[in-house]
């Protein structure tokens, strides 16, 4: 079984902490679990993809510096490979080439240590809004040339094949699709999709808009509008 260093209580949802240091762990787990989350934790990468497989958790949480065979990149690849579970990489490694490739790989999020526990369950439930539930009351699938969003479904079609998206994706994307032809900044972005006040590197938003690109390629059209930052043709 995964390790759950506390009695459940009422949860809103399982979260899985992927961290080697223990006290970095303990610490999460204290914030998370006042905030009303349940808690597990694996010191691996094999054991977290373990407990991903047998627990479902709504999020996890994972260093990048994990020991053993399998790294953070590798477990966030892996994830991503099995689904859209939401994940927010917590390490030490702040590096730029990490932190892009982190995000490239389908991480939602990127929180450098050290970091502020408060800020990090905030940036937990920030994320969670945006996957949590079927979508918003009303809303109807949105199309831009061959390329449909179904905000209640999540889900993407391309020439009537389904596309895969990290939830971070999927919200930029859909915010896009329905501002089409209005040029906004990164920070507009940031503040739209993100959240307001979200703290980061506004490159981020590159990072993203080059997953669009990638996995849809011209089927949805994004215009970079140099000095100032996107608009969806």
């Known amino acids: 079984m995964p390790e759950e260093r506390h009695p459940p209580t009422p949860s809103h949802g ?6 080697d240091d223990r006290n970095i762990a303990d610490l999460l787990d204290l ?33 990048l510096g994990l020991p053993g065979g399998l790294d953070g990149l590798e477990v966030c690849r892996e994830l991503r490979r099995r ?9 030490a490694r702040d590096d ?3 932190r892009v490739l982190g995000l490239e ?13 408060r800020e990090l369950v905030a940036r937990v439930r920030a ?39 990290t939830a971070r994706e ?10 089409t032809g209005i040029v906004f900044s990164r920070r507009q972005l940031l503040d739209a999709v993100w959240g307001d006040g979200w703290i980061g590197d506004e490159r981020t938003v590159d990072v993203h808009v080059r997953q669009l690109r990638r996995k849809l390629g011209d089927a949805f059209p994004l215009t970079t ?9």
């Open 14 to 19: 399982t979260v899985l902490v992927i961290e």
């Open 31 to 63: 914030y998370l679990r006042n905030a009303g989350f349940r808690v597990l934790q694996a010191p691996d990468g094999v054991r977290g993809l373990e407990i991903v497989g047998n627990e479902r958790p709504v999020l996890v949480l994972l260093d």
């Open 83 to 91: 689904g859209n579970i939401p994940i927010i990489i917590v390490t």
């Open 96 to 98: 730029e080439v990490d």
């Open 105 to 117: 790989l389908g991480a939602d999020d990127y929180v450098t240590k050290p970091f502020s526990p």
């Open 127 to 165: 994320v969670l809004r945006r996957t949590d539930g079927p979508g918003r009351d009303g809303d109807a699938p949105v199309s831009v040339g061959t390329v449909t969003v179904d905000p209640l479904r999540r889900e993407v079609t391309a020439d009537g094949e389904q596309v895969v998206f």
């Open 170 to 179: 999927f919200d930029l994307l859909l915010h896009f699709a329905e501002n």
């Open 225 to 233: 509008v140099w000095g100032i930052g996107y608009r969806c043709d």
